[in-house]
């Protein structure tokens, strides 16, 4: 089925560690990008892609590296793990100028940080 | 400061009631959309409004955009248990790059009891 793939579901990882959380989708979407969720936070913006060698900021970026080398796939590195990167990231996208047709969203990757 | 003020926060109703969910935000969005969550599950889109004093119906659920495209309601009538879940509303705002971005509200964790 078409749609947004992220791996892995769950990960645990000590504090000063790194990891890169995947995410692939098959749609030929043009637009990605990362979110993580937190308790009575919501969904705060990482990091998003306009295309395939474009990527920019959001909301809360430190901490956090991307790169978008195809259009399939936007990885998310987490270059040396904190407690405070505790989160369930999300990994979306979407047709990238028409806002009515929504963001199409992974199922998410449960991370704690210990 | 949080652009989207989404209300209210916990709602915990009976089997046949009537709710609803209020977005309001001091700012003018190009569209507004409502997703809902289930738990360990990424946000699933069910509707986007785009036109100032827009109507939307999904079977019992009720989605209007206010006439100055800056709020948003989400109305059901004769909840059930399966509308349990946490629903999310997003603005969409034009970005220079030709795409767009979508701000989060924090949510309304909705519980109907049988």
């Known amino acids: 089925n078409a749609g947004v793939t992220q791996t892995p579901k769950f990960q645990v990882l000590k504090t000063g560690q790194s990891m890169t959380l995947q995410c692939a989708q098959d749609?030929?979407?043009?637009?990605m990008s990362w979110y993580r969720q937190d308790p009575g936070m919501g969904l705060r913006l990482i990091h998003y892609?306009?295309?395939?060698?474009?990527?920019d900021q959001g909301e809360v970026p430190n901490g956090y590296n991307v790169s978008r080398s195809t259009t399939e796939d936007f990885p998310l590195r987490l270059l040396s793990a904190a407690p405070s990167q505790t989160s369930v990231y999300f990994c979306?996208?979407?047709?990238?100028?028409?806002?009515?047709?929504?963001?199409?969203f992974g199922s998410g990757t449960r991370l704690t940080v210990v | 400061t949080q652009l989207l003020e989404q209300s209210p926060q916990f709602l915990s109703i009976q089997e046949g009631e009537n709710l609803t969910v209020y977005c309001n935000s001091s700012?003018?969005?190009?569209?507004l959309q409502w997703y809902r969550q289930e738990p360990g599950e990424g946000p699933v889109l069910l509707v986007t409004v785009v036109t100032g004093g827009e109507v939307k119906k999904l079977k019992r659920l009720t989605f209007q955009f206010g006439d100055a495209r800056k709020d948003s309601s989400l109305h059901i009538t004769a909840a059930q248990p399966g509308d349990t879940g946490l629903y999310l509303c997003?603005?969409?705002?034009?970005?220079?790059?030709?795409?767009?971005?979508?701000?989060f509200g924090k949510g309304t964790k909705l519980s109907v009891i049988p």
């Open positions: 979306a996208s979407s047709p990238p100028r028409q806002s009515r047709y929504g963001y199409t």
């Open positions: 700012s003018v969005f190009s569209s």
């Open positions: 892609s306009v295309g395939a060698g474009i990527t």
């Open positions: 997003a603005g969409a705002l034009y970005s220079g790059a030709g795409s767009y971005q979508l701000t």
């Open positions: 749609m030929n979407h043009e637009y």
